[in-house]
């Protein structure tokens, strides 16, 4: 992504204490982004399929998804946007407090791009976010879309 683009991040997360440092880490990027929170699995889904008051949302270029949610569980999440053909590019970080083993095979057989536990110690957390700027917005190539069957 070049410097002019705008980065989308959609950020499914119900711990407003997490939504808060994450947003703000986001704010020291170099790269221009938007963060725009939802709190639980159902918002995720009605803001992918701009439904509901998510009707002028915009696509995100990156879902920062935690997994246990309210309404719908971020599995469930990763599972529906990972089998939609109009949703499925957009890659999925999971950020979450499990280390359970059944949690991380289960996230990567429904092709999460990643998955990262959240650190409990406040820097650490700010420099495991401050790297997905580096990986994930400068070395990777995230699809533009165009051609992609995203709108």
Do not use: H
């Not at 639980?40 to 915009?58: C, H, Q, R, V």
């Not at 999440?77 to 095979?105: A, G, H, N, R």
Request: proline letters at 4%; glycine letters at 4%; a negative charge.
């Amino acid at each position: 992504m070049n410097n002019a683009e705008i980065v989308n991040v959609l950020l499914v997360e119900d711990n407003p204490a997490d939504a808060r440092l994450i947003k703000e880490a986001c704010g020291g990027f170099t790269i221009k982004n938007e963060v725009n929170t939802v709190e639980n699995g159902m918002d995720a889904m009605e803001y992918l399929y701009k439904t509901g008051k998510y009707n002028d949302s915009k696509r995100p270029n990156l879902i920062i998804l935690d997994l246990n949610l309210p309404k719908k569980s971020g599995r469930e999440v990763l599972k529906e946007v990972k089998q939609d053909d109009k949703l499925k590019l957009i890659p999925i970080i999971v950020l979450t407090t499990s280390q359970d083993e059944e949690d991380i095979c289960n996230s990567y057989r429904c092709y999460a791009n990643a998955y990262v536990t959240k650190p409990a110690d406040f820097d650490e957390f700010d420099e495991l976010i401050c790297s997905f700027e580096d990986f994930w917005f400068k070395k990777a190539i995230l699809p533009t879309c165009q051609n992609c069957n995203r709108d």
